[in-house]
């Protein structure tokens, strides 16, 4: 939805590709996302979605009795079998643009994951003879946290997928150096950043915590993304004596057993509070109410190509709301480079206990580095460089406005349709 809105308001006329509601096993501001939608002149194309159980965390489907177990013993099967749990979508999504026609497109933007929207992208372009845009949110075949994905006919797939595309984006430097070694296509890729909503954040009420809040929200992914390193933070902060500020760590996501299991014997259980998985709502009240925001890439000295790339969307949150981020992400990433720039937070290590900690202890003090160049990361300001990269494929430098931007596959609402 941001990149969505990001080019209707630089004159595309913007067509979304998307499961409709129903399909959704959990919705947010459904209501007011179609008013904001509406209000942009964003047009929807609302699909069905079959299959369901196949992507059962996501989807609306049967979650007891035979119909789950059928699913699981599906999901289990196909996994084997690298079949994309989306693969229900993509007949769907085809049927419900058939209507389309070339004057309606000038050209059609794929955003993954889920990348079963990049294959409809190709698809629809080529019976419209129009270009395609891939757009990577996070990598596919070379995601450092989705090794099962680089299986099966994944990775030629996506080299076709990319060879066919007049552009591609990509949200890092380092990604984009991973794919251009992979593919080989360096001069059709360029990076455009995730990036923070402006409107989406007014809306967030900071969350009273009546202390000093280091908040985490999200998931974790062992061996890389895990818990522990921070604890050991957490331990050191308690013999800061200089420190008479009180202060708590909060987790809000899935993995609470991960955190619990993690803290056990290490004398914590009054310093860290589990409050589970919350509404996007509630997780952005939290960062808005934070002291300090924590974002865990990966917890080794050193990482992959792909590892140095990964750059998470949360930390474009906290940046918006202007608060400050602990990062631990192995030296020289891309994310260590982003909070440079913005000025918001600092990144360390998986193994700089001690750092860590004074810097934590010097935010609960009040201490704040120079505000440098938070706006860069606004989805209005991304959006110049999105702009920038289809006016080139569409129009090949002419100057005309666009009459249609793009119909853009299930990445567009993949996770929740209130984002």
Known sequence: MNMAKALAGRGWDVTVVTPAVSAWRSVERGAAVARELEAASIRCIRTGHRWRNLSPYDLACRDSGLAWMWGGICRRSLRSLRVEPQVGWLEEAERACAALVPDDVDLVLATGPPFIGFRLAAQIARRLDRPYVLDYRDLWTLNPHAKNMAWGTAIPLEGQ????????????????????????????????????????????????????????????????????????????????????????????????????????????????????????????????????????????????????????????????????????????????????????????????????????????????????????????????????????????????????????GEGAAMGSPGR
């Open 161 to 408: 997928l990319i060879a066919g595309a007049a552009a591609v984006t990509v949200v890092s430097e380092q990604l984009a150096a991973s794919l251009r070694e992979r593919f080989g296509v360096g001069d059709k890729i360029c990076v455009v950043t995730n990036g923070y909503d402006p409107q989406d954040l007014e809306r967030a009420v900071p969350r009273d915590f009546g202390h000093f809040a280091i908040v985490y929200t999200g998931q974790f992914y062992p061996p890389k993304r895990v818990i522990e390193p921070l604890l050991h933070v957490l331990i050191r902060l308690k013999d800061v004596q200089r420190l008479g500020r009180e202060w708590r760590f909060h987790y809000f996501g899935p993995h609470g057993s991960h955190v619990r299991a993690a803290m056990k014997g290490k004398g914590l259980d009054k310093d860290v509070v589990v409050h589970g998985s919350v509404t996007r709502a509630d997780a952005l009240a939290a960062v808005a109410g934070a002291g300090v925001c924590v974002v865990i890439t990966s917890i080794y000295e050193t990482g992959t190509r792909e590892d140095l790339g990964v750059v998470t969307g949360k930390v474009f949150e906290a940046i918006g709301l202007r608060k400050p981020v602990l990062a631990i992400a192995p030296p020289g990433s891309d994310l260590e480079r982003v909070l440079a720039t913005s000025g918001f937070g600092r990144c360390f290590s998986g193994t700089e206990i001690e750092p860590m900690a004074r810097y934590l202890a010097e935010l609960a003090e009040g201490h704040r580095a120079p505000v440098r160049e938070p706006d860069r990361y606004s989805w209005p300001s991304v959006g110049e460089a999105v702009d920038r990269v289809l006016r080139r494929v569409a129009f090949r430098g002419e100057s005309r406005e666009p009459v249609a931007a793009h119909a853009r």
